[in-house]
Every structure is written in structure tokens, then in C-alpha cells.
């Protein structure tokens, strides 16, 4: 079975050095207006969900929801990850794009 495009340009992107997981970091990322898109998983706690999307909406930062955490640690070679944030605008269209596709 072929994994979507999707997974692969993330896994990509985390070999280029253009992504970073866990919440406190992605929350930073997005305070500095590095983070081009943001990952979160829709098993999320509701606490952890609101925090993010509020704190990437007001600095205009798309998000998009990825089924669940162990997928999410899986593409980017960790354990289960909530979210995670791409830091290059290269990368982030591409994603977005495959993933409304999706």
C-alpha cells in the first residue's frame, strides 16, 4: 500500500531540517513567525487544540488536521507527536495543497 504524497513531503521536509514537533516549541515558532503551517492531530486534547489554532489564526498561520498523533511521530521519526510545524514556505504550500486535495 502506497502512502498519500502528503506523508512522504513531510518526511522529506523532516530530513531537510524544515520541521519541528511538540507543542511548546510550535506555539514559539508561530510567536516568531517562522512556522508556514502547522500539523495537528484530531486526537488532540481540546485544551492543546484551542492553544494552537487561536495562537496560529491571530498570527495568520494555516492549520490543517492529520488523523492521529502516532502518524504524525511516525512521519517525522518520533514518537507521538500533537503537532508539528513546517518552517519553509516551500514545503508548506506543497503540503496544503496536497492535503485539502486529500
Known sequence: MRQPKWMSLLGLATRAGKVISGEELVVKEIRNNKAKLVLLSEDASGNTRKKVTDKASYYAVPVRMVKDRYILGQLIGKEARVTV?????????????LLDES
Open 85 to 97: 510545524a513546517v518552517l519553509d514556505k516551500g514545503f508548506a504550500d506543497k503540503l496544503i495543497s
